[in-house]
């Protein structure tokens, strides 16, 4: 059975949200409030007013529910980071990492992996040496420079158990989809 790409991009957004939660607002987080994923500066930067009193604030990230937040997470995440050209698995790999920390982040992260020069920006050079490797080769060195980049932030202490609990996820299931 053949999946569309919206098809494909609904069911790596299920399983990102699956990380992401509900709302919070740990004091630690450098990302503030946040609900599914999408912080109060990402839904400013979106103009999510979802109590329509015309300013975007704690309230509205609150209000976030799995629709509202998917146009941002399309855009902001699977388009920039051109996981609709990725191969399944990789996709995912990548599309989990833009959001948990970053897009340009991911993209980097991506071109180690394949040895492409890390420009931060995807583009036939990078997308020809993802194309040349298995995908789960590319999902177990994405894994290994993930955990080290956690490892090394000084919140690993409060943040890790978590991080690492969804990084062996994200692993599994990529390599499932791969």
Not at 56 to 61: F, G, I, S
Request: aromatic content about 8%; some cysteine.
């Amino acid at each position: 059975m053949r999946v569309t790409p919206d098809e494909r991009f609904d069911r790596r957004l299920k399983a990102v949200l699956k990380h992401e939660g509900g709302y919070v607002d740990h004091p630690r987080d450098p990302g503030g409030a946040t609900n599914l994923g999408v912080t109060l500066g990402t839904a400013k930067a979106y103009r999510l007013d979802l109590d329509g009193d015309g300013d975007v604030d704690k309230n509205d990230v609150r209000l976030l529910t799995p629709r509202t937040a998917a146009p941002v997470y399309k855009d902001g995440y699977w388009l920039k980071c051109q996981c609709d050209k990725l191969p399944a698995g990789v996709d995912y790999m990548v599309f989990d990492l833009a959001v948990n920390s970053g897009t340009n982040r991911a993209i980097r992260y991506l071109q180690r992996a394949v040895g492409a020069a890390e420009d931060g920006k995807i583009g036939p050079k990078t997308l020809r040496a993802v194309e040349v490797l298995e995908e789960a080769a590319v999902i177990r060195r994405m894994f290994e420079i993930r955990e080290a980049f956690y490892r090394s932030l000084p919140t690993f202490g409060t943040f890790g158990k978590g991080w690492m609990r969804r990084l062996h996820d994200v692993k599994v299931i990529a390599l499932a989809w791969a």
